[in-house]
């Protein structure tokens, strides 16, 4: 299983980022996916979650609204737009697969690459 997060840079408030993960090694299908953050002194967590089918999604509440999650299992990738961005969004973003995803939370990260770095800042 391997998973490549892109998409990273520095974005000014306010302003929109898109992340993508491409995944190999697998069929993207078999897993619930998600995105988690880290930032310095702080546990990773899940920012936004989708099931395999794409038919249910998880965000946190400092994102709700703001980022969309989406997957395109053909294509083996996830996706997320990130919009009215805010310097409390900044951090190394990293593409999961997970164990026991809901709608309540997106569960633990069971694969996961390397991550790409969002700095929100003016």
């Known amino acids: 299983v391997q998973l490549q997060a892109s998409g990273g840079g520095v974005v000014e408030p306010g302003g929109s980022a898109r992340l993508s993960c491409e995944a190999s090694?697998?069929?993207?299908?078999?897993?619930?996916m998600g995105w988690f953050r880290k930032v310095p002194r702080q546990e990773r967590e899940g920012v936004s979650c989708i099931d395999r089918n794409g038919w249910n999604t998880y965000y946190d509440r400092a994102v709700e609204g703001r980022f969309t999650v989406s997957r395109d299992n053909a294509k083996n990738m996830l996706t997320l737009q990130m919009n009215a961005l805010q310097p409390e969004d900044t951090g190394v973003y990293y593409c999961?697969?997970?164990?026991?995803?809901?709608?309540w939370g997106c569960g633990s990260m069971h694969h996961w690459g390397k991550g790409t770095l969002v700095t929100v800042s003016s």
């Open positions: 999961a697969t997970l164990y026991g995803f809901s709608v």
């Open positions: 090694g697998f069929t993207l299908d078999t897993y619930d």
